[in-house]
């Protein structure tokens, strides 16, 4: 039978021909892009085979380069035949295109080889997101270079870092130092805590930029602000304890929330910053500032979530002052939907939905109310985009509060059907990974892999065509898991998946 090409996401076009161009030493790379190093290394780390370069052209080789026009914005050409050629409409289409070439290249009985085949591609949404909850429990620099280098691989190109929340604070900020004294050394559980300094966050930033992954930095307000109350008490109110919170942390036996105290615990809604202080204000302006200097991109996510104790009217204000310092700042303001309940948030600014695929309660007005002042949605579907979901019932880890999210449940949704907003509104999706239950970095990527490559797929590729079903990523999700493996991604072999399968190449089996 004929099997389709090992690609996730599935490219928008792939003809294959006959026969395979072995990978081999005497091989050269021709061009002058960062994707040559990166396609060299790569190369060399899977098979042990270290590819040269070349400014001669020579049968054989492996040419690289962008030609402006000749693909859409991130798009590619990807031609192996007698020769190999891999034309980006920009850097980061020829990223991608050097993404799926690793992706096409295997190994058998001791030769490494690829297809023969000509792929032309080009993503369906311009923004392909993950989220990395570093609050609730901390991932070191490390740990983030290498989740952006497995996000990205997958055609991902938005990194938003979750860097405030109750249980602790993780940018230094010159101007507010005791967030960093005081707020940074818990996190959920008594777990370890930690922080990024300014050079380790340029560091982060400069990583994913190489690879065509913009980051975007969260400060969660004017909820989720226990910890800010740790260094500043007098920026934040009393907790708020609503009946859900207790029962939450009576049948979970974790402490409630204190004021002034480290919080420990994963229940929400229950803090808020003083929205009627000035200096609440001359705080988030600070705050901003320095993240608008740490930060290239051309986002600030200013949270908005869960301020259940919090007045409509007092939200509103702060929503409204807070979009509008991201805006003088020089940045777009990114919030998650609630924000749009604020009737005066900033034009421009981005809303972030995170209700359900059926939108319930006012969900879905909050979120058109961001397209209504000029702005633009991130889908984040809980119930199939939320990273930090179970796979089954008794998963070790994840919630459930959302929905049980399997790998089909996370392949088999439209994020232009959850909305009824004009499909131009649409950025794109994010995949979020809250980080409760996640302790190690062992833990987020089982939670992350292999749900995050569907979820590329559902960001990157055409919505209908051929292959672009469920038993199609199916067979094509089991190719990754020997370059997973060799990279050592703790990826749940989800029964779902035959991952035994044969390695498929688009040939006769």
């Known amino acids: 039978m004929v099997l389709p090409l090992p690609l996730v996401p599935l490219p928008v076009s792939a003809v294959v021909g006959e026969g395979r161009m072995p990978v081999t030493e005497s091989m050269r790379v021709i061009g002058d892009s960062p994707a040559a190093i990166q396609l060299m290394d790569a190369v060399a780390h899977r098979t042990g085979i270290r590819l040269t370069t070349t400014d001669v052209a020579e049968p054989g080789a492996i040419t690289l380069h962008v030609e402006s026009g000749a693909a859409p914005a991130e798009g590619y050409r990807l031609s192996i035949g007698e020769n190999l050629q891999i034309v980006g409409g920009d850097e980061a289409g020829l990223f991608y295109g050097v993404q799926s070439l690793l992706q096409l290249l295997t190994e058998e009985s001791g030769v490494w080889s690829l297809p023969r085949v000509e792929i032309t591609d080009a993503p369906r ?95 969660d307000l004017p909820g989720h602000t226990h910890a800010i109350g740790v260094a500043y008490p007098d920026l934040v109110e009393e907790p708020v304890l609503n009946d859900a919170l207790v029962s939450q942390a009576k049948e979970l036996d974790q402490p409630l ?16 910053v003083r ?40 939200f509103d204000l702060f929503a409204e002052r807070a979009t509008a310092i991201v805006v003088e700042e020089g940045k777009i303001p990114v919030a998650w939907h609630e924000m749009g309940s604020a009737a005066g948030i900033a034009e421009g600014t981005v809303g972030q939905y995170w209700g359900m695929t059926t939108p319930s309660e006012t969900h879905a007005a909050e979120a058109a109310r961001f397209v209504e002042r000029g702005g633009a949605l991130i889908v984040s579907a809980a119930d199939a985009a939320y990273l930090d979901m179970k796979y089954t019932p008794d998963f070790p880890l994840g919630l459930t509060w959302a929905a049980v999210v399997d790998v089909q449940r996370a392949y088999s949704w439209d994020p232009a059907a959850v909305l009824d907003v004009p499909d131009s509104a649409i950025l794109g999706i994010e995949a979020p990974l809250w980080s409760e239950t996640t302790r190690t970095y062992a833990d987020v990527e089982q939670l992350v892999f292999p749900r995050a490559a569907a979820l590329a797929e559902v960001a990157w590729s055409p919505r209908e065509g051929e292959g672009r079903d469920w038993e199609s990523f199916r067979a094509r999700i089991a190719s990754l898991a020997p370059g997973w493996r060799a990279r050592g991604v703790n990826f749940h072999a989800s029964p779902e998946i035959d991952w035994a399968a044969p390695e498929i190449d688009g040939v006769e089996q």
Do not use: C
């Open 125 to 219: 949404f311009p923004r392909r997101g993950v989220m990395l909850d570093v609050t609730r429990h901390f991932f070191d620099v490390a740990e983030v270079k290498r989740f952006i280098d497995e996000t990205s691989a997958l055609k991902y190109n938005h990194l938003h870092l979750h860097l405030s929340d109750d249980q602790g604070w993780r940018i230094q900020i010159d101007s507010w130092p005791k967030l960093t004294e005081l707020s940074s050394t818990s996190a959920a559980d008594g777990d370890r805590g930690g922080f990024y300094t300014k050079e380790e966050y340029r560091d982060i930033v400069a990583y994913a930029a190489a690879r065509h992954m913009i980051v975007i930095p969260e400060i």
């Open 257 to 272: 929330p204190v004021k002034g105290e480290p919080y420990l615990g994963w229940g929400v809604g229950h803090s808020s």
């Open 275 to 314: 929205i009627h202080e000035e200096r609440t204000y001359e705080f988030v302006r600070d705050v901003i500032r320095e993240l608008v200097e740490l930060t290239p991109g051309p986002y600030i996510h200013i949270g908005g979530d869960e301020s259940l104790g919090t007045p409509q009217a007092d």
